[in-house]
């Protein structure tokens, strides 16, 4: 039987990771540490916390049952106590961002007081710590609400992540320059306690690239992961891209994009990880991009896929002095692409319930299908979340309607003209599918193309990126002088195609119970996440943060009390920066 626990102070843990160097001389200020992969840390004292959320599932992975009127136990969750076993450490870890070597990272606002469980605890927002740079090691409202939610949203959805146990507000102040325009602010900060099986990372490995001389942290650490992490696997390498592949393949089927997927933010054992300017798409757009900060959209929605390959690869250069680079760069090769298909297939026809969760093999008129939906879905921006609860409403006669000719009966015709009404509104639309590059710009880039492609790369313009940003224009310049008559009609013709290529796949005898099991009724966007964190930052309630945490513990059913929040109509260009 388990041993629950009500009193954070007296948890047990191993702290299994002070098996890894440690550089215990506890200085708490920005500085360049060599040799350790972490560092003796001490969290930062915040003026009167208040425990406003936390997630009863999250804290029953490590057998706790919290008693949140136990002061000790909010004191902990701030930070301001350390419990009696606990080593707090900050990870010291490098990376590329945006494609570009940044030198050291680290942890600069979260600190791991340990494991427990097979979990470790970790508190963001926690502090000053040598690896904070140019920061102040605290975390605000905003980016503590939306990694509260989105973390626990993104859990009961089934999709990999770290979790949210709980949230935190207190009266300490941080000073932030919300829209980068020179005029910061003094907010009020927060903590957010996350509980993962590691937050190890791509970057963890990658930090012997800023070091000489080089010492023996990445063997030892590679050692650690494949010991503690993956025990029973006989390739742990192939198993990182199995796992990374599975989990962007989740992220597409689900319209979330993470935002900024440098190497140091991806999980070593792929988990959705370090939650910041993320997004949930409501109208869908391909192109989207949720992080302000990504100009060129090198993190954009479609790009996913291809920058989680990049990744990899720089992990496998990371890695080459365990592992031969030629046979890692071959299971990439041989496996990322077919993982991640296979795991899009898969999610996707089960979100249509045509296929039951055993079945990883696909017909090519299930691919079309899938490939032919996403492509409706581009050119009518429709709303990403409603559209699966209107798919549920069509009728398939019996099982066996499959290679019978396919006619739409009335209620099939009210059905794609519901699936037109949910596309994005003119105005949103059209913002939506304009450029984020300055046509201007662009003009400038294809003159110097014009004259020497060697101007281009002198500017870091990569031709394939200019030739997709003309592409852009040229596809915008067209939807402009279409009305929006014109455009319905188009959207309803593609939606008729495509409902009776459903029908004629349809052979599933509990369809509707997968697609229930498989779509939310519900999805977090910004303008959701924004409203709550205006409840909490402004007028101090609390009501509306508890509301939608039990929506999205629950996010396949009805909650009739919030459907005005969540059926907002949202433009979800507006983008959020790195600081959320």
């Known amino acids: 039987m388990k041993n629950i626990i009500s009193a954070l ?3 047990p843990f191993e702290n299994k990771i002070c098996q890894l160097p440690i ?3 506890k200085i708490n200020k920005p500085r360049k540490v060599i040799g350790y992969s972490f560092s003796d840390v001490t969290p930062e004292q915040k003026e009167n916390p208040r425990l406003i959320a936390h997630s009863r599932s999250a804290f029953s992975l490590i057998n706790v049952e919290l008693d949140v009127k136990n002061d000790e136990n909010i004191q902990i969750l701030a930070g301001n106590l350390v419990p009696t076993l606990a080593r707090p450490v900050a990870h010291c870890y490098c990376g590329y961002q945006f494609g570009n ?19 470790e605890l970790q508190l963001k927002g926690s502090g000053l710590t ?9 975390a605000v409202i905003r980016s503590s609400v939306r990694e509260y939610l989105c973390s626990e949203f993104m859990f009961h959805l089934n999709i990999p992540t770290t979790r949210a146990a709980s949230l935190v507000i207190t009266d300490s ?28 990372r791509f970057g963890s490995f990658e930090v012997e690239i800023d070091l000489n001389p080089k010492n023996t942290i990445i063997p030892q650490l590679w050692d650690y992961c494949k010991k503690q992490y993956f025990g029973d696997k006989e390739n742990p390498f192939q198993e990182i891209v199995n796992r990374t592949a599975k989990l962007v393949a989740y992220w597409q089927c689900y319209g979330f994009c993470h935002g900024v997927l440098n190497t140091d933010n991806m999980s070593i054992i792929g988990l959705t990880i370090d939650y910041g300017p993320f997004g949930f798409m409501d109208y869908f757009n391909k192109n989207h991009i949720c992080n302000n900060s990504d100009k060129e959209g090198r993190y954009s929605y479609a790009n996913q896929p291809q920058v989680c390959l990049w990744n990899l690869n720089r992990l496998s250069e990371a890695l080459e002095d365990v592992i031969p680079k030629d046979q890692s760069k071959q299971i990439i090769q041989d496996s990322y692409w077919v993982e991640y298909k296979k795991w899009y297939y898969h999610i996707m026809l089960r979100k249509f319930g045509l296929i039951d969760q055993n079945q990883m093999e696909f017909t090519k008129s299930q691919c079309i299908l899938v490939d032919s939906f996403f492509d409706i879905l581009h050119q009518s921006c429709t709303n990403f979340t409603k559209v699966f609860q209107i798919l549920q409403q069509i009728e398939i006669p019996h099982q066996n309607y499959i290679d019978e000719e396919v006619e739409l009966n009335q209620q099939d015709i009210k059905i794609v003209e519901q699936l037109v009404q949910i596309s994005a509104p003119r105005e949103v639309y059209l913002q939506m599918r304009k450029p984020k590059i300055a046509k201007q710009q662009i003009d400038q ?4 193309a014009a004259s020497s492609r060697q101007l281009l790369y002198m500017f870091g313009i990569d031709e394939n990126w200019l030739q997709q940003q003309i592409q852009l224009y040229k596809e915008y310049d067209k939807l402009q002088v279409i009305s929006e008559q014109e455009r319905q009609k188009i959207i309803s013709l593609l939606w008729t195609d ?12 509990n369809r509707i119970q997968i697609m229930e099991q498989m779509n939310p009724k519900y999805t977090i966007t910004n303008t959701v996440l924004q409203t709550v964190i205006q409840e909490v930052e402004t007028n101090q309630n609390f009501d509306l943060l508890q509301k939608v945490q039990s929506v999205i ?12 929040l969540f059926n907002q109509i949202c433009n979800n260009e507006i983008c959020v920066s790195c600081s959320s």
């Open 445 to 448: 880039f294809i003159q110097y």
């Open 101 to 119: 070597w940044a030198g050291q990272l680290g942890d600069g606002r979260a600190i791991t007081l340990g494991d427990v469980n097979g979990y």
């Open 9 to 11: 102070k007296a948890l």
């Open 553 to 564: 513990e629950n996010p396949f059913v009805k909650h009739a009390e919030v459907d005005d």
């Open 130 to 138: 040598p690896y904070s740079r140019f920061a102040d090691g605290k």
């Open 498 to 509: 495509w409902v009776m290529q459903y029908k004629s796949e349809t052979n599933q005898a």
């Open 173 to 200: 102040k941080a000073e932030r320059d919300i829209f980068y325009d020179g005029h910061p602010i003094l907010e009020n900060c927060a903590v957010v306690l996350r509980i993962a099986q590691t937050f190890l």
């Open 23 to 25: 550089d215990d001389s």
